[in-house]
């Protein structure tokens, strides 16, 4: 705690730095106020909305993992299960990118089907943040354990992108994603390929059965919106009475990030005739779902070319935002994905119980009554708890 003593210090020390940045809160405020004009009004449709989510790995809170077990799960709105799988940070990486094949060579995955079209067979090769499987297997320390993570959210959007390009649709659709349309996972420029490949599938289904797919994305946390926030709220940004949105300029998202390719688009690539725009493949707006000031503002990526049809998508959303519970004025759809991928109560003891079989079967049966002193009281220090 703070000495009682120190705080006139301490106080005087943030209030000089708040008068010495205080130019560049007025600079946010101007920003803002450039955003005044360009706010729209949603209207209320209604469609089907669709969402996909991959489990937060934060969700696994195992009490016994030597093994650090990673459950990739990825299920849609409607509790169906897209794809399951379990690795490790020293998971062999040559056999997880067999794995998503057959014997004879043909995808048994989501994420098998988009490694061939992007023509790739080997995960190292989709994306520079996987390991080589040798590497692994003869320095597995020298592997960052983040990779499994990477490969949690490379089956995420595989599983979006199968969606889309390999399955039919009976009506029109929104398919929200739980994140915004941007990575920096993909090598090269995979991630401009994919893209091209979503945007070719979705006129495709237009003129073959005549149904209209959207794709957005909904960012939990954003640093556009961070920074913004405050200042769109002091300039009465999003007056009160109805929901409202506002595309945020590509020069104001760059102000944001501290990467500043993270908000180039394709168009400004194409502009300055340079390099191609390789990890971003939506336009970022800022959506208030509510009717009143103090109702959440959403950072809410669209498909880059759906970007014109900004109006319908946001009306689709706010039919199903609406409705949303927990979290007021939160698509539903995304909150029922988050529900059905979940890793908590019976499923994370399901999950805890299995590491443990595991284990013991590793053991000599001499040994295997230790791992049950493990189960029965994993946790000394929670005693102190205890009345």
């Known amino acids: 705690m ?3 003593e120190n705080l006139p210090e301490i106080r005087e020390s943030v209030r000089g730095r708040a008068e010495a940045d ?52 990825v299920v849609d709105s409607y509790g169906k299960q897209l794809c399951l799988d379990a690795v490790s940070p020293t998971t062999d990486t040559d056999a997880l990118s067999r794995a998503q094949f057959d014997t004879d060579g043909k995808p048994r995955t989501a994420l098998g089907r988009m490694m061939v079209d992007l023509g790739k067979t080997s995960l190292h090769d989709l994306s520079h943040m996987i390991p080589h499987g040798k590497l692994v297997r003869e320095a597995p320390h020298k592997a960052k ?30 398919i929200v994603r739980d994140g915004q349309l941007r990575s920096k996972l993909f090598r090269g420029e995979l991630f401009i390929e994919w893209r091209h490949r979503v945007e070719e599938s979705i006129a495709r289904i237009y003129q073959q059965d005549r149904r209209r797919v959207y794709l957005v994305g909904l960012a939990k946390h954003s640093k556009v919106l961070s920074r913004y926030q405050l200042a769109m709220a002091i300039e009465n940004v999003f007056p009160p009475g109805e929901a409202r949105y506002v595309r945020v300029p590509r020069e104001l998202e760059a102000k944001a990030y501290v990467w500043p ?36 503002v959403w950072a809410v990526d669209i498909f880059t070319p759906q970007s014109s049809q900004a109006s319908e998508m946001f009306s689709y959303l706010l039919a199903d935002a609406i409705d949303g519970f927990p979290v007021p004025f939160y698509p539903r759809c995304l909150q029922r994905a988050h529900e059905h991928a979940e890793v908590v109560d019976f499923d994370l003891e399901i999950l805890q119980d299995e590491i443990f079989l595991a284990i013991r079967n590793l053991l000599p049966p001499g040994k295997q009554d230790v791992i049950e002193a493990f189960r029965l009281n994993p946790d000394p220090s929670g005693r102190r708890f205890q009345s």
């Not at 340079?274 to 970022?284: N, R």
């Open 2 to 4: 703070f000495d009682p």
């Open 22 to 73: 205080g130019k560049l809160f007025d600079e946010l405020r101007e920003e803002a106020r450039s955003l005044a004009g360009e706010v729209r009004v949603i209207k209320p449709r209604s469609t089907t909305a669709v969402s996909l989510m991959a489990s937060d790995g934060g969700n696994n809170r195992l009490t016994f993992d030597p093994f650090h077990v990673q459950l990739v799960r």
């Open 261 to 296: 390719e993270y908000a180039r688009g394709e168009e400004e690539a194409e502009d300055a005739g340079g390099e191609a725009a390789k990890f971003v493949v939506g336009d970022m707006y800022l959506v208030r779902f509510g009717t009143r000031s103090g109702d959440p």
């Open 145 to 174: 354990p983040s990779w499994v993570l990477v490969y949690r959210d490379l089956c995420e959007w595989a599983v979006l992108y199968d969606r889309i390009c390999y399955h039919t649709f009976a009506t029109d659709t929104l």
